[in-house]
Nanobody, 126 residues
Framework: QLQLVESGGGLVQPGGSLRLSCSAS????????IGWFRQAPGKEREGISC????????KYADSVKGRFTTTRDSARNTVFLHMTSLNLEDTGTYYC???????????????????WGQGTQVTVSS
């Protein structure tokens, strides 16, 4: 069974940067579109990015556009979320999720994933 593992979360100061990783140790990730989601306490889960199988198509939520970048490294079987210019609103639990490949996935922000990671905590605080 495909298992996704996020890593890289932690405490960072406002304006700082952080890189999150989404990895699968045995099963390939490069046959799935991958979404990144986050959830802050008391708020609904928010889709923040979706990247296509080949990495050519990426869409970001308005809340992170221009600050976050999603990339894929097939050799490491890993999808990254590069976060810059972090602010307090970025605090939350971040999840990656796998979506069965479909042409409309990226446009729909990787809706309805079939597999989720356990999440990694990102705290932005001064």
């Amino acid at each position: 069974q495909l298992q996704l593992v996020e890593s890289g979360g932690g405490l960072v100061q406002p304006g700082g940067s952080l890189r999150l990783s989404c990895s699968a140790s045995r099963f390939p990730l490069d046959i799935y579109d991958i979404g990144w989601f986050r959830q802050a306490p008391g708020k609904e889960r928010e889709g923040i990015s979706c990247i296509s199988v080949d990495g050519e198509n990426v869409k970001y939520a308005d809340s992170v556009k221009g600050r976050f970048t999603t990339t894929r490294d097939s050799a490491r079987n890993t999808v990254f979320l590069h976060m810059t210019s972090l602010n307090l609103e970025d605090t939350g639990t971040y999840y990656c999720a796998a979506v069965q490949r479909r042409p409309w996935n990226v446009g729909r922000m990787c809706a309805d994933p079939f597999r989720w990671g356990q999440g990694t905590q990102v705290t932005v605080s001064s």
